[in-house]
Nanobody
Framework: QVQLVETGGGLVQAGGSLRLSCRAP???????????VGWFRQALGKDREWLAN????????SYATSVKGRFTISRDNAEKTVYLRLDDLEPGDTALYLC???????????????WGRGTQVTVSS
């Protein structure tokens, strides 16, 4: 299992922005670019929701309809970090944000690592 560490969350006002980081301290920098990484979130009392993916190179991204146009996923393989830029935040974005390495199975990508602690994003009205 590869441990991932999420940071960057906090308390922000509606309309504000935040940049979350997903780091892989135990992965060699030469290997980090081999991994597809996704961001997810889970609000209290709700199921985990997929938000965005980025391929190993950072050239190909995909987003959930609910956040397309507001959230941006990117990566810096030299820093072994995947970012999620959250713009125009709304109270409904309040959740625990988590990242994971994704692997394909029958045409669909699934998280394969143990979920970390995540980073909390709280948006006030």
């Amino acid at each position: 299992q590869v441990q991932l560490v999420e940071t960057g969350g906090g308390l922000v006002q509606a309309g504000g922005s935040l940049r979350l980081s997903c780091r892989a301290p135990a992965i060699d920098a030469r290997s980090f670019g081999d991994y597809v990484v996704g961001w997810f979130r889970q609000a209290l009392g709700k199921d985990r929701e997929w938000l965005a993916n980025v391929d190993g190179s950072g050239d190909t991204t995909s987003y959930a309809t609910s956040v397309k146009g507001r959230f941006t996923i990117s990566r810096d393989n030299a820093e072994k970090t995947v970012y999620l830029r959250l713009d125009d935040l709304e109270p409904g974005d309040t959740a625990l944000y988590l990242c994971n390495i994704l692997q394909p199975y029958r045409g669909t990508y699934f998280p394969v690592q143990t979920w970390g602690r995540g980073t909390q994003v709280t948006v006030s009205s």
